[in-house]
């Protein structure tokens, strides 16, 4: 059964209740059976579940937002679609699927979902975005090497803040205090950063890898 149309003005002035009553008993209708999509109805439910409190949330996807001054505002949109204060926000994820976002009142964008569940995989959470992934380190006791983010998650937006990197040990091998991985920090950026290896390959093939921005 659908939702009874509303109709704005009902009762008007000068008219008799006899005359209107199937339109005002459909916006009462309306009004009662529209707020019980995402909320329990007006007569209420259970103790635990008192009339026009939340059941579930539905957000029309957005295409452009702005701040309002002293409110914050969670909304959804299609990264790299939805528009920001004149902005438009990264594609991250680019799968055209909705996202949640929060917009402060001093003008604070935060995305809150969206991510890669793989190997080599990305995650928003609260406006900050982790990345991960594992690289090969190849042969030779001192071995230098790049891992470029788009190669295989995606950018960072604006900045990449901090790099984690650990060695997997090969079985069977061998290691020692000698053995060491670093980041090469003046080439940490958005896109990327460098790394060196010294140490016994034997011992150490890959790494994995773990990166904070925004």
Known sequence: MSIPTYTLGYPPDGASLGQTKS?????????????????????????????GYHTIIHEVPQTSVNTVTGYNQVFSGVPGTLVVNSTTTSSIPSNSDQQLYSLTGAGVLSQLTGHSASSNGYQWLGGTLFQWG???????????????????NVNFPNNCFAISLTLIS???GTSSSDDTLCVTGSTVSATGF?????????????FYWTAIGN
């Not at 460098?194 to 890959?206: A, R």
């Open 170 to 172: 090969k079985t069977g």
């Open 194 to 206: 460098n790394w060196i290896f010294n140490g016994n390959s034997g011992s150490f093939t890959n």
């Open 23 to 51: 339109t005002i008993r459909n916006n009462l209708d309306g009004t009662f059976e529209t707020l019980a999509v995402d909320h329990v109805n007006n007569n209420g439910g259970t103790a635990s579940q008192p009339a």
């Open 134 to 152: 594992m690289q090969a380190i190849g042969s030779g006791s001192s071995v230098t090497g790049r891992v470029d983010f788009s190669s295989f």
